[in-house]
């Protein structure tokens, strides 16, 4: 009896109750996973671009499974993890911006405001550029998407004459590749930031899981 006590006891404990003391866990191991795995794919990505079309192109389906199944955990997975708990309205973006450019912005346990945002920014750029890039590959797929050549700027000329939508296509992925560096080098100077604001290690704590416990003013 003592036995199956104990049995029940250890399915119940959540990864939450392994953290250090004075610490709260805040990400599940899934984002975690993806999170690391995404930066590692990226670079894969970018380093690859001019003359690995194969490597780039596998990568690039891992990138959009990646994206894939972080929509899905926004949804189903953990607290810290979910959309409906970190995704604020413009209002309370720009509100804490401007605590920031104070410097009284409140430590939040999760994605604060502009995190939040920037989250959001990453995954609908990565989409993009995963979108454009499998339409790129095989110029017979824009037929899925009749309308898109229309609507992205038909008009382009290349050498005098009206540029094709595979050559549009190739265009925006650029574009989209780009914004996503920008995105990126933005992110890290965010959580550097914070990171300094705030006296606690962003990077580490994405990578143990754990950050420093709530205190008086902090936002759970």
Same mark, same amino acid.
């Given at each position: 009896?003592?036995?199956?006590?104990?049995?029940?006891?250890?399915?119940?404990?959540? $990864?939450?109750?392994?953290?250090?003391? +004075?610490?709260?866990?805040?990400? $599940?191991?899934? &984002?975690?996973?993806?999170?690391?795995?995404?930066?590692?794919?990226?670079?894969?990505?970018?380093?690859?671009?001019?003359?690995?079309?194969? &490597? %780039?192109?596998?990568?690039?389906?891992?990138?959009?499974?990646?994206?894939?199944?972080?929509?899905?955990?926004?949804?189903?997975?953990?607290?810290?993890?979910?959309?409906?708990?970190?995704?604020?309205?413009?209002?309370? !973006?720009?509100?804490?911006?401007? $605590?920031?450019?104070?410097?009284?912005?409140?430590?939040?346990?999760?994605?604060?405001?502009?995190?939040?945002?920037?989250?959001?920014?990453?995954?609908?750029?990565?989409?993009? !550029?995963?979108?454009? +890039?499998?339409?790129?590959?095989?110029?017979?797929?824009?037929?899925?998407?009749?309308?898109?050549?229309?609507?992205?700027?038909?008009?382009?000329?290349?050498? +005098? +004459?009206?540029?094709?939508?595979?050559? &549009?296509?190739?265009?925006?992925?650029?574009?989209?590749?780009?914004?996503?560096?920008?995105?990126?080098?933005?992110?890290?100077?965010?959580?550097?930031?914070?990171?300094?604001? %705030?006296?606690?290690?962003?990077?580490?704590?994405? &990578? !143990?899981?754990?950050?420093?416990?709530?205190?008086?003013? $902090?936002?759970?």
């Amino acid at each position: 009896m003592k036995a199956k006590k104990t049995k029940m006891t250890d399915a119940a404990t959540d $990864d939450a109750s392994r953290t250090v003391p +004075g610490t709260v866990r805040i990400w $599940d191991p899934l &984002v975690r996973l993806f999170h690391w795995g995404l930066v590692a794919v990226f670079a894969v990505v970018w380093l690859s671009a001019e003359d690995l079309s194969t &490597v %780039h192109q596998i990568a690039g389906y891992v990138v959009a499974g990646l994206v894939a199944f972080r929509l899905v955990w926004g949804l189903v997975g953990s607290h810290y993890a979910r959309f409906s708990q970190f995704l604020k309205g413009p209002a309370a !973006t720009l509100s804490y911006l401007g $605590d920031m450019k104070r410097g009284n912005e409140r430590r939040y346990l999760g994605h604060n405001p502009v995190g939040a945002a920037m989250i959001l920014a990453l995954l609908l750029t990565l989409s993009g !550029t995963a979108l454009t +890039g499998w339409l790129s590959i095989e110029p017979a797929r824009l037929a899925l998407l009749p309308g898109l050549p229309q609507i992205v700027a038909p008009a382009w000329a290349d050498n +005098g +004459g009206e540029r094709g939508g595979s050559e &549009v296509i190739e265009d925006l992925h650029g574009v989209f590749a780009n914004l996503m560096l920008f995105l990126v080098v933005l992110h890290v100077g965010g959580v550097v930031l914070a990171s300094f604001r %705030h006296h606690e290690n962003l990077a580490r704590a994405m &990578v !143990t899981g754990d950050k420093r416990a709530p205190g008086p003013g $902090d936002i759970a």
